[in-house]
């Protein structure tokens, strides 16, 4: 038993050792451009029943995080004009903006 123990060790870390994270293009684009953003920094501005998607001329998804409620949220960066909004989406058809505080 204490070799099976010793053997189980010695996979685990062999198999953590392999892991990586995958991030996107875009998101390490979007880190090296804002180092100091963070979620709990966004201030929200109000929610609706449509996405400001099709007003953007471009997106990328910024991350996934937990509401309060449990409910998983994606955040959306969408850029119009020259400027960044971001939008989160619930996947339950409410979009609510934040700004960066």
Same mark, same amino acid.
């Given at each position: 038993?204490? *070799? =099976?123990?010793?053997? &189980? @060790? @010695? =996979?685990? #870390? =062999? =198999?953590?050792?392999?892991?990586? +994270? *995958? %991030?996107?293009?875009?998101?390490?684009? &979007?880190?090296?451009?804002?180092? #100091? &953003?963070?979620? /709990?920094?966004?201030?929200?501005?109000?929610?609706?029943?449509?996405?400001? %998607?099709?007003?953007? /001329?471009?997106? %990328?998804? @910024?991350? +996934? *995080? /937990?509401?309060?409620?449990?409910?998983?949220?994606?955040?959306?960066?969408? %850029?119009?004009?020259?400027?960044?909004?971001?939008?989160?989406?619930?996947?339950?058809?409410?979009?609510?903006?934040?700004?960066?505080?």
């Amino acid at each position: 038993m204490k *070799y =099976l123990s010793l053997v &189980f @060790i @010695i =996979l685990a #870390g =062999l =198999l953590l050792s392999n892991c990586t +994270i *995958y %991030r996107s293009p875009e998101r390490k684009e &979007f880190e090296s451009e804002s180092p #100091g &953003f963070t979620v /709990q920094n966004l201030k929200q501005l109000g929610c609706a029943n449509s996405s400001m %998607r099709s007003k953007s /001329q471009s997106s %990328r998804l @910024i991350t +996934i *995080y /937990q509401s309060a409620n449990s409910e998983s949220h994606f955040l959306w960066e969408y %850029r119009v004009g020259d400027e960044s909004y971001f939008e989160s989406d619930n996947l339950n058809g409410v979009y609510c903006a934040f700004e960066n505080s």
